[in-house]
């Protein structure tokens, strides 16, 4: 009953243009209103500063700096220019440096809308000028993007980590061999695409000089691979890596001569408005779950998942469906912390192992990005580089369903994630 009527208040408050965060938060209010729990609510102001008291959450406003530190740094320029001198060469090689350069922005800003704007703002129309289709450079723009918040340091998986209690140094080891094995397949894909269509490349394509590129690139290369090592390797704590990631982009955008006094107070102006928006939700979420917690509803979840007889597997696949509908439709964050909570305690109680749990909804929560009709990604794309929605949509619908493949071969495979995270001890 209860259920019913906070779905009924979200829906109101969605259809009438609030903000998810205060559709979802007044939602669980009036609930205990309706439901005559208001007694409840008298303990609720205790519970958000609990649920938000958490060491790990210390890590996402850091690490959202120093990924706009290093954006106004100059970072993306060189390292697409570094990435052009690997692979520009190659047939379809902006394509490939499409990709390329998502795998080095993951250590950058872990966001798969942040990549695809800035992306899309530098490299479509830099392909469309030699030659390239606009819905093939906008659809793979969309595609590699989606890279960014899988391959750690990765804001969204400090977040599921803080909030259900999951290793972040484990859930940043299982999320390299995805985020790669995503990566393999987009630039094999382009591949495909540029011996099928004859695209643009070849020996002859003027690239930047390699040497000099690396040496431009490499602070920023060099600073995810110190924070990483020192993550997983035990000496520095997500929280203390952040930091370093900051001190190292100030550094770097110095260097490179494009980070000004100007640039650095908009980075901490956008940083806070970014963690204001992402508190509020935080609260708004804990309402919620509170809300969930005091009428079972992870408890109900079990018993009907018991009494329909699904193994792990068969959860796990009704997960992905929960989660990738989720991604499709809402804030990433907001949807992890509306529906993780729900639904991975069931999950873990089936013997599913936690860090392989994480990476799944991760994974999958940012391919809903990338999901008509209402994809983040697609919607960010489709503005930046001008374009119409459904032939972008049209456009990125091999990618979209590739990325499905490799989700399900993650959920069919726990050793894939699991394996590098069992190598170095962490879970």
């Known amino acids: 009953m209860q259920a019913g009527i906070v779905i009924g208040f979200l829906v109101v408050g969605l259809l009438s243009g609030a903000a998810i965060a205060y559709a979802i938060g007044a939602a669980a209010v009036l609930t205990f209103v309706v439901a005559d729990n208001t007694r409840f609510l008298a303990v609720l102001p205790q519970r958000l500063f609990s649920q938000l008291d958490v060491f790990a959450f210390l890590a996402m406003p850091l690490f ?21 001198a690997l692979v520009g060469r190659l047939k379809g090689g902006l394509g490939h440096v499409n990709v390329l350069t998502s795998v080095f922005f993951a250590g950058v800003s872990g966001s798969a809308v942040s990549d695809a704007a800035a992306l899309g703002n530098a490299l479509v129309p830099e392909m469309t000028r030699r030659g390239y289709k606009l819905d093939y450079a906008a659809a793979i723009t969309g595609a590699s993007s989606i890279i960014g918040p899988i391959i750690p340091p990765s804001t969204i998986l400090i977040f599921y980590g803080a909030l ?34 004859d695209h643009p490349g070849g020996a002859g394509v003027e690239v930047p000089r390699l040497l000099p590129s690396f040496a431009k690139a490499l602070p920023a290369l060099t600073l995810p691979v110190i924070i990483l090592g020192g993550t997983l390797f035990g000496v520095m704590t997500p929280a203390e890596a952040a930091a370093v990631a900051v001190v ?20 901490l102006k956008r940083t806070g408005v970014l963690l204001g928006a992402l508190f509020i939700i935080l609260c708004a979420i804990s309402t919620f779950s509170y809300l969930a917690a005091l009428q079972q509803w992870p408890q109900a979840i079990a018993a009907a998942v018991a009494g329909w007889g699904l193994s792990p597997l068969g959860y796990l696949m009704l997960v992905n469906v929960v989660f990738l509908v989720a991604g499709m439709a809402m804030d990433v964050k907001a949807a992890v912390a509306l529906f993780a909570p729900i639904f991975v305690p069931p999950a873990l109680a089936m013997g599913i192992d936690p860090v392989h749990l994480g990476i799944v909804i991760c994974f999958n929560i940012t391919t809903g990005l990338l999901s008509p009709p209402l994809g983040g990604v ?13 032939r972008l949509i049209r456009a990125t619908l091999p990618f979209f369903l590739a990325e499905l493949g490799i989700l399900a071969l993650l959920t069919f495979f726990p050793a894939i994630t699991l394996a590098l995270p069992r190598a170095l001890g962490l879970a």
């Open 164 to 197: 259900m209690e999951t290793s972040v140094a484990a859930l940043f080891a299982a999320g390299i061999v995805p985020g790669l094995l995503l990566a393999a397949a987009l630039m094999a894909m382009n591949a495909f695409y540029a011996w099928r269509d």
């Open 64 to 84: 959202i700096l120093a990924g706009d530190l290093m954006n106004r740094g100059g970072l993306a320029k060189a390292l697409i220019d570094f990435s052009m």
């Open 378 to 390: 697609l919607l960010i794309l489709a503005t930046t580089v001008n374009m119409n929605y459904w």
């Open 248 to 267: 190292a982009a100030l550094a770097i955008g110095v260097a490179y001569g494009d980070l000004d006094a100007a640039r650095v107070l908009a980075s």
